[in-house]
């Protein structure tokens, strides 16, 4: 069973009964009903038009679920809808199924969740595990977010930003998690490029482009992390990055700068640096403080202390990581790494200790440990 094959089909088949007249949560039921049935019958009997067999058998099972249901006599008007067997026609409906998912009635929080449970195939467990909660918590959360949308009709989408935000913490998902979702999120956003002449959609793909170009290199053969300043250049995808830079000049020619167009310059410098050495990071700084004008998001001012250490020297970056919350996730790791910078590797390897034990996943608390252990050994 071509578990991959299964997971592309389900948004389309998803948005077919959604189309004619599913609400929303029956009809993710029906598509998960006909998803087992697939897994069943499919390796002895695979057929010829794989969405066409699971758009039938979900919405039969839909049909089957509206019948038991007290309003059996309102429904009973589309028995005569039900699909014919034979070829789907071949329409992507992935992006609208996102707008539908990041309707203005859910918080940004449920829209991902929800996003990634029913369109990008996650299990609640792993997306339990990416907003480190409870499963059972994320369970209700993506519930009450499908009861929400359950009577938004497909004409009923919600905006563009907040698609927007959807599809950049699906890519930062996939582009970090154990699940790749960011290629598919990069394809989305292409197509929002295509149907939206909007600066900020361009600037989001800029910014997709530009760190997906790094992901080759971003970790070592044992799957361990190599920090942006040991990766390998040569292993950048060139191609990607001079798309991704034309992408962003024409936005930022536009002169409407927004959150996505500031992050995605902070990458093009980046990308633009032969070495490490030579990034210019005080033009990095500028860009962060453009940022956080536009967001004051306390995560932005993180990394903007790390660039002017880079830019000013550690105890400058040291000064301004002192201004922010030490709850903040990664602070810990910064004030590591700013200290090693200043010479204090008592303090540093102590701080990465720390910073190990609040790590957000397996790789970065590996990574940590093994900073920590380094130090160490040269201090005996």
């Known amino acids: 069973m071509d578990e991959l094959l299964l997971r592309s089909l389900t948004p389309g088949v998803l948005a077919v009964l959604v189309r ?8 993710e039921d029906a598509v998960q009903d006909a998803l087992v049935e ?7 009997e695979a057929p010829r038009d794989p969405k066409g067999w699971l758009v039938t058998v979900a919405w039969r099972r839909f049909l089957d679920a509206t019948r038991a249901d007290a309003s059996r006599r309102r429904r009973e008007d589309r028995l005569d809808e039900e699909p014919a067997p034979g070829p789907a026609p071949t329409v992507d409906d992935t992006l609208q199924l996102y707008f539908l998912c990041a309707h203005p009635s859910l918080t ?3 829209a991902v969740a929800l996003t990634l449970r029913a369109v990008g195939g996650l299990t609640t467990r792993q ?3 990416a907003y480190l909660v409870p499963e059972a918590t994320m369970a209700q959360r993506i519930s009450r977010a499908k009861r929400t949308v359950s009577g938004v009709r497909f004409d009923r989408h919600g905006n563009v930003s907040t698609v927007l935000r959807v599809l950049y913490l699906v890519f930062n998902e996939g582009y970090s998690g154990d699940v790749d979702l960011a290629a598919e999120a990069i394809r989305l956003t292409r197509q929002l490029a295509a149907a939206i002449d909007h600066p900020e959609v361009a600037g989001l793909l800029a910014l997709m482009l530009l760190h997906h170009a790094r992901r080759a290199s971003r970790t070592a053969p044992d799957g361990s992390l190599v920090p942006l300043a040991e990766q390998d250049r040569g292993r950048w995808d060139t191609g990607m990055i001079a798309e991704g830079v034309g992408i962003l000049q024409a936005a930022l020619a ?9 992050q995605a310059a902070v990458a093009a410098l980046h990308a633009d640096a032969p070495t490490a050495e030579e990034t210019d990071w005080v033009q990095i700084v500028e860009w962060y403080d453009e940022l956080a004008g536009l967001t004051d998001s306390p995560v932005v001012r993180l990394n903007r202390a790390v660039a002017v250490g880079e830019a000013d020297g550690p105890r400058a970056g040291l000064a301004e990581l002192a201004a ?4 903040l ?21 102590r701080l990465y200790a720390e910073a190990a034990h609040k790590a957000p996943t397996l790789a970065e608390r590996d990574h940590l440990t093994r900073q920590a252990a380094r130090l160490n050994a040269n201090l005996r």
Do not use: C, K
């Not at 922010?324 to 709850?327: E, F, G, H, I, V």
């Not at 996730?329 to 390897?349: I, K």
């Open 324 to 327: 922010l919350s030490d709850a």
């Open 108 to 110: 940004p929080s449920s």
């Open 127 to 129: 997306i339990a595990r």
């Open 38 to 44: 697939a897994v069943r019958v499919w390796p002895s």
């Open 254 to 262: 536009r002169d409407r700068l927004g959150e996505f167009q500031a």
């Open 20 to 27: 004619r007249g599913a609400d929303f949560a029956a009809a």
């Open 329 to 349: 996730p990664r602070h810990t790791a910064v004030a590591a790494y700013l200290h090693e910078r200043d010479g204090d590797l008592p303090t540093a390897a």
